[in-house]
C-alpha cells in the first residue's frame, strides 16, 4: 500500500516537473523570439536614422551653399551701399548675376520623421544603448528649436524682400541708369534710398542667421552619426 502511494507521489511529482519544464522553455522560446524582434526593430530603426542623417548631411551642404552664394551677393551691394559714391551699374549687374534667380532661400526639407517618431512613441524603449537614446533625444529637440529659428529667419528674408522691391520701385526713375537691365537699376536705386539700405541690411542679416543656424543642425547631424557608428 505504502510502495503504491510513494510510486504514485514519484509519478505526480515527475509529470509536475515535465509541465513546468515544457511551461517554461514555451517561455524561453517567446522570450527569445520577443527579443529577436525587438532587436531588428531596434537595427532598422538605427539603420534608418543613419540613412536619413547621411541625406540630412547632403541637403545641408547645399542649402548652406546657396545661403552663402546669394550672402556674399548682398554684402557686396550693402557694402557699396556704405560708399559716398554709389557703384557701377557693370558692378551692380556682375554681382547680381552671381544670385541663383532672385533672392531665393534654401528650404533643405530635412528628414526627420523616422527619429521623432522614435523619441516620442514606446519604440524608444528598443534602444539598448543609453548614450544613444539620450543622443537621439538631445538632437530631435535640438533640430526642432534651430529648423524654428531658421524659419524666423525665412519670414524675415520675405519681409526684407518685399521691402527692397517697393523701395526700389520707388526710387526708379528714367534718369537712373538708363540702358542697364531693370534690376540694376533697382538696386542703384536702393543704394541712394536709406530705407533701401536698410531692408539690404536686413536681407544680408538674414542670410547670415540662416547660415548659423544650419552650421549647427550640421555640427548636431555629424556629432549624432558618429554616436551611432
Excluded at 542623417?53 to 554684402?75: G, T
Excluded at 533701401?196 to 538674414?206: I, P, T, V
Aim: charged letters at 30%; glycine letters at 6%.
Amino acid at each position: 500500500m505504502k510502495d503504491h502511494r510513494r510510486r504514485r507521489v514519484t509519478e505526480f511529482v515527475s509529470e509536475f516537473v515535465v509541465i513546468v519544464v515544457g511551461v517554461l522553455a514555451a517561455l524561453s522560446v517567446d522570450s527569445w523570439r520577443e527579443n529577436r524582434t525587438d532587436r531588428g526593430l531596434e537595427h532598422r530603426y538605427l539603420e534608418q536614422i543613419v540613412a536619413d542623417c547621411q541625406e540630412n548631411l547632403r541637403l545641408i551642404v547645399e542649402a548652406k551653399a546657396l545661403e552663402q552664394r546669394h550672402m556674399d551677393v548682398a554684402e557686396s551691394l550693402w557694402r557699396a551701399a556704405q560708399r559716398d559714391l554709389p557703384p557701377s551699374a557693370d558692378s551692380v549687374g556682375a554681382w547680381l548675376g552671381r544670385r541663383d534667380g532672385s533672392w531665393w532661400y534654401s528650404d533643405p526639407r530635412l528628414r526627420d520623421g523616422t527619429i521623432t517618431a522614435l523619441a516620442q512613441t514606446d519604440d524608444f524603449a528598443l534602444i539598448r544603448d543609453a548614450r544613444v537614446r539620450s543622443g537621439i533625444l538631445g538632437y530631435v529637440s535640438q533640430l526642432q528649436a534651430d529648423l524654428e529659428e531658421f524659419r524666423r529667419g525665412v519670414q524675415a528674408h520675405m519681409e526684407a524682400q518685399t521691402r527692397l522691391d517697393i523701395r526700389g520701385e520707388v526710387g526708379l526713375t528714367p534718369d537712373v541708369s538708363p540702358g542697364s537691365p531693370r534690376a540694376v537699376r533697382l538696386y542703384l536705386a536702393i543704394v541712394s534710398d536709406p530705407e533701401g539700405r536698410a531692408a539690404l541690411s536686413s536681407l544680408r542679416n538674414g542670410y547670415e542667421i540662416r547660415i548659423w543656424y544650419l552650421g549647427q543642425i550640421e555640427e548636431a547631424t555629424t556629432a549624432l552619426l558618429d554616436l551611432l557608428s
